[in-house]
């Protein structure tokens, strides 16, 4: 997934170098065109993408245990038995780790479960941390 994201940004790139050379041909040089927009690129390699960050749940007084197993097993794909232990653990401890994933897949699933928390009125939360 990631691997397919770094193509499409080099592709877009390209496109864009491409878009950029024949547009000079095209137009009027002398013609000045502030668009407004500002872009900061940053660059990362993909070691960086791919290193491991951890995903903690932390425990409230309102989310049901019950919505906690479901997303812990249908976002982060735990099996019932180690999402029950999770919750468990979190209700007693205030915070348990759920898994390791990259960063951006770690965003994802965490906006997710966030989302659908949310939705349903919990305030169920997660943070994510460099392992």
Same mark, same amino acid.
């Given at each position: 997934?990631?691997?397919? !994201?770094?193509?499409?940004?080099?592709?877009?790139?390209?496109?864009?170098?491409?878009?950029?050379?024949?547009?000079?041909?095209?137009?009027?040089?002398?013609?000045?065109?502030?668009?407004?927009?500002?872009?900061?690129?940053?660059?990362?390699?993909?070691?960086?993408?791919?290193?491991?960050?951890?995903?903690?749940?932390?425990?409230?007084?309102?989310?049901?245990?019950?919505?906690?197993?479901?997303?812990?097993?249908?976002?982060?794909?735990?099996?019932?038995?180690?999402?029950?232990?999770?919750?468990?653990?979190?209700?007693?401890? !205030?915070?348990?780790?759920?898994?390791?994933?990259?960063?951006?897949?770690?965003?994802? +699933?965490?906006? +997710?479960?966030?989302?659908?928390?949310?939705?349903? !009125?919990?305030?169920?939360?997660?943070?994510?941390?460099?392992?």
């Amino acid at each position: 997934m990631i691997t397919a !994201g770094l193509n499409q940004y080099r592709i877009a790139l390209l496109y864009f170098a491409e878009f950029s050379r024949a547009s000079d041909l095209d137009y009027d040089t002398d013609t000045e065109t502030d668009t407004g927009i500002d872009v900061e690129f940053i660059v990362m390699d993909e070691e960086e993408f791919e290193k491991p960050y951890r995903v903690i749940i932390h425990n409230d007084d309102v989310t049901t245990f019950e919505f906690v197993i479901n997303i812990l097993v249908t976002v982060f794909e735990l099996t019932f038995i180690r999402a029950t232990r999770i919750a468990f653990e979190t209700h007693h401890t !205030g915070a348990s780790y759920v898994c390791t994933l990259p960063l951006e897949e770690a965003k994802s +699933k965490v906006f +997710k479960a966030q989302f659908a928390a949310r939705q349903q !009125g919990f305030p169920l939360t997660f943070s994510i941390e460099p392992e």
